[in-house]
């Protein structure tokens, strides 16, 4: 069993920064990615930014160049730095872990980017 717990998510005006911070904790033992998802009204769900156990990263085309996924193996926790904010990227972000055939997710938390 993998419990995720989120924190960092806020209100913020547009142009500003945010981290959210993604903790990993139970039965980690072989890892194959993580990454950041997010869900806005009338949109659909889709990957943020994603990480794999080697390092590489991709990016939704959308956050590129202002967003950036990086994790501390140590701490099974990942993070995704957040600049340039605009009030498009308001939504919840949900983090997610991949392990061996396994997918967990945390609960959520939400950013509201205002203009």
Do not use: H
Not at 84 to 100: F, G, H, I, M
């Amino acid at each position: 069993q993998v419990q995720l717990v989120e924190s960092g998510g806020g209100l913020v005006q547009a142009g500003g920064s945010l981290r959210l911070s993604c903790a990993a904790s139970g039965s980690i033992f072989s890892i194959n990615g993580m990454g950041w998802y997010r869900q806005a009204p009338g949109k659909q769900r889709e990957l943020v930014a994603g990480i794999t156990s080697s390092g590489s990263r991709n990016y939704a085309d959308s956050v590129k160049g202002r967003f950036t996924i990086f994790r501390d193996n140590a701490k099974n926790t990942v993070y995704l730095q957040m600049n340039s904010l605009k009030p498009e990227d308001t939504a919840v972000y949900y983090c997610n872990l991949d392990q061996r055939r396994s997918s967990y997710w945390g609960q959520g938390t939400q950013v509201t980017v205002s203009s």
